[in-house]
T-cell receptor, first 110, second 113 residues
Framework: NAGVTQTPKFQVLKTGQSMTLQCAQDMNHNSMYWYRQDPGMGLRLIYYSASEGTTDKGEVPNGYNVSRLNKREFSLRLESAAPSQTSVYFC?????????FGEGSRLTVL | GQQVMQIPQYQHVQEGEDFTTYCNSSTTLSNIQWYKQRPGGHPVFLIQLVKSGEVKKQKRLTFQFGEAKKNSSLHITATQTTDVGTYFCAVRLTQGGSEKLVFGKGTKLTVNP
């Protein structure tokens, strides 16, 4: 059982470039989440999806888009990356109130 | 929106000393969760508390939910180097049939051997 898998693990972008962070879970969970983690700021919710076909904004959605492609996959897209989006991004899925996190994707925007 | 304030932000202890982190809210909480994140790792679920005054133990870790359900604490007895990491509290919020979890900013624990 792989759990929650995120790709890529590391990425360096230039300002203005676009990219998509991929996330997949094999636990048949309905709800999935994207968080970003910055030093001293804890985990801040970007977007979440309660089920296939639905998405909702979290605390810090600006500059991001998401797609819940199917029950397994929930991707996060940066259309025009900015240095303020340098962060560690975590995908998670929810089951019985417990969040299961991926290993994280470290993104640097120059 | 719902906020949980977590203190302290950092704590450095000598191995064998006790450690406590606190999570406070201005509103009544329906539940609270605790997660641990090792350095370079991802958050891992520790426990969920839902009842007023609830106390749960996991070996050297003691979790408490306040009587008014506005605060919670995590206490570690006799810390070990394996306890190093950041401890987060989180609150589950249900809105329109969907659930989201809002996290505190975490307490980073370092342990001097």
């Amino acid at each position: 059982n792989a759990g929650v898998t995120q790709t890529p693990k590391f990425q360096v972008l230039k300002t203005g470039q676009s990219m998509t962070l991929q996330c997949a879970q094999d636990m048949n969970h309905n709800s999935m989440y994207w968080y970003r983690q910055d030093p001293g700021m804890g985990l801040r919710l970007i977007y979440y999806s309660a089920s296939e076909g639905t998405t909702d904004k979290g605390e810090v959605p600006n500059g991001y888009n998401v797609s819940r492609l199917n029950k397994r996959e929930f991707s996060l897209r940066l259309e025009s990356a900015a240095p303020s989006q340098t962060s560690v991004y975590f995908c998670a899925s929810l089951n019985w109130g417990e969040l299961f996190f991926g290993e994280g994707s470290r993104l640097t925007v120059l | 929106g719902q906020q949980v304030m977590q203190i302290p932000q950092y704590q450095h202890v000598q191995e064998g000393e006790d450690f406590t982190t606190y999570c406070n809210s201005s509103t009544t909480l329906s539940n609270i969760q605790w997660y641990k994140q090792r350095p370079g790792g991802h958050p891992v679920f520790l426990i969920q508390l839902v009842k007023s005054g609830e106390v749960k133990k996991q070996k050297r870790l003691t979790f408490q939910f306040g009587e008014a359900k506005k605060n919670s604490s995590l206490h570690i007895t006799a810390t070990q180097t394996t306890d190093v990491g950041t401890y987060f509290c989180a609150v589950r919020l249900t809105q329109g049939g969907s659930e989201k979890l809002v996290f505190g900013k975490g307490t980073k624990l370092t342990v001097n051997p």
